[in-house]
């Protein structure tokens, strides 16, 4: 269920090159969740409802939200108003629009999830099996990669993602940015398990003997906090992974040019615009 719970975000939270997705929720999200459930004709029914509703919460009351972060954030550059905690504000401020949007779907998905049956049931959690396998081998693929591949991937990962938002880089920030290789911890493993304990949760609710509103009710809160089963280990790598990566976009902005910060104002400026004109769609 989380997974389709992601899928409704993907296309409500998409800006800039996916209008076209956020105008079109509704046959999207059938085609990606098509891969992991079958729905009857009364659950598609009841889909299309829950996404409508979705949709015009999302528009008046979340949308707005966007467009004021977005202009902060802008501002924030514009005065060169960037520091740690600065950042740690703004990623707070991105996880509360996540975590709004989680819990006010959360609660139709388990209504939906309420009407499975065993064989919908079934193919659900072999689909997402089928993904922890394919991350598992991904990720042993990536370990037998030499450590120079490995550091040339991540390192022109990471050139391209900041020439989409600084436009071109210096010789000194794409220093930076090789010498900053090895400074992430993988947390790759524990992702994949902290997925599966999630999914064995969801699996021992589904065995639960009624679906009734105690059924209902605790599906929901499996799906607004799945947080609860990341282990320790997991979390303390994120936390040194989020702290590394505040000094390494610090350095970056402490390294651009006058040019290029006018070039990042102008790709948020954009998804302002699109925010503003989703806003007032008919």
């Excluded at 040339?152 to 071109?168: A, I, P, T």
């Excluded at 799906?223 to 303390?236: K, V, Y």
Aim: net charge negative.
């Amino acid at each position: 269920m989380k997974k389709i719970i992601v899928l409704v975000a993907v296309f409500l939270l998409a800006g800039c090159s996916t209008k076209f997705a956020y105008k079109n929720l509704d046959w999207l999200v059938y085609w990606y969740v098509d891969d992991y459930i079958e729905m009857t004709n009364a659950q598609e029914q009841q889909f299309d409802q829950y996404i409508a509703q979705w949709q015009q919460w999302h528009v008046e009351t979340e949308l707005p939200k966007y467009q004021a972060h977005l202009e902060e954030l802008a501002n924030d550059i514009a005065q060169q108003n960037i520091s740690v905690d600065r950042m740690g504000y703004h990623q707070e401020k991105a996880r509360d629009h996540w975590e709004r949007l989680r819990e006010h779907i959360s609660p139709g998905i388990a209504d939906i999830a309420a009407t499975m049956d065993e064989e919908q049931i079934t193919y659900f959690f072999a689909a997402l099996e089928k993904e922890n396998v394919k991350d598992e081998e991904e990720r042993l693929e990536r370990l037998a990669l030499s450590d120079d591949k490995r550091k040339d991937r991540w390192v022109d990962r990471n050139f391209d993602n900041l020439k989409n938002w600084l436009g071109r880089l210096s010789d000194e920030q794409k220093s930076y940015i090789e010498n900053s290789y090895g400074n992430m911890q993988s947390n790759s493993e524990n992702w994949v398990k902290y997925k599966r304990d999630y999914q064995q949760a969801l699996r021992l609710q589904f065995a639960a003997p009624e679906r009734d509103e105690v059924f209902k009710n605790e599906m929901t809160a499996l799906l607004i906090n799945p947080e609860q089963f990341r282990s320790e280990q997991m979390l303390a790598t994120s936390a040194h992974n989020e702290r590394a990566t505040k000094e390494y976009l610090l350095t970056i902005f402490s390294l651009s040019t006058e040019k290029q910060r006018a070039h990042l104002i102008k790709e948020i400026n954009d998804l302002r615009d699109d925010v503003v004109e989703l806003s007032s769609r008919d």
